[in-house]
């Protein structure tokens, strides 16, 4: 089973982003991340980590293994985008080297960018299921 942590700002879109790959429906209203949660689907292991880093003070060692780092930002928030070299320290930082995809979410709110490949909507279910089928191939 290939390993997936998925990292970003809280409210950029992890929770649905997998929620939805996985075959779930979009859940409109916002509920904060306060543990990482674990999904299995299509021989991944998913984790959500989450985005307030009050509740995502984790070791090394739920970084042991990640094949795939997948860095989600908020089309409509720039602080979101400017926090993933945050993210991408934060995996450096414990001395491992997954492939990274950075997807923007939220295209829903800019028709023009839905096009681009790693530009999602969550909610309108555009580019979703490219980001975890190019890293599958």
């Known amino acids: 089973m290939k390993k997936i942590i998925v990292?970003?700002?809280a409210g950029v879109g992890k929770t649905n982003l997998i929620k939805k790959y996985i075959g779930k429906s979009f859940e409109e209203r916002y509920i904060e991340t306060q543990k990482i949660t674990e999904y299995k689907f299509n021989n991944n292991i998913i984790?959500?980590?989450p985005g307030q880093?009050?509740?995502g003070n984790y070791g090394s060692n739920m970084f042991k293994d990640?094949?795939?780092c997948v860095l989600v930002y908020d089309t409509t928030n720039r602080l979101s985008f400017k926090s993933l070299q945050f993210w991408k320290d934060k995996i450096n930082s414990f001395g491992v080297n997954p492939e990274i995809?950075?997807?923007g979410n939220k295209t829903d709110s800019d028709a023009s960018k839905i096009n681009e490949f790693n530009l999602i909507?969550?909610?309108n279910n555009n580019n979703l299921t490219t980001i975890f089928n190019?890293?599958?191939n």
Do not use: A, E, R
Request: a neutral charge; proline letters at 0%; aromatic letters at 20%.
């Open 7 to 9: 990292l970003g700002d």
């Open 47 to 49: 984790y959500d980590y």
């Open 53 to 55: 880093i009050k509740f």
């Open 66 to 68: 990640i094949d795939l």
């Open 101 to 103: 995809i950075i997807v």
């Open 121 to 123: 909507s969550v909610k």
């Open 134 to 136: 190019k890293f599958n």
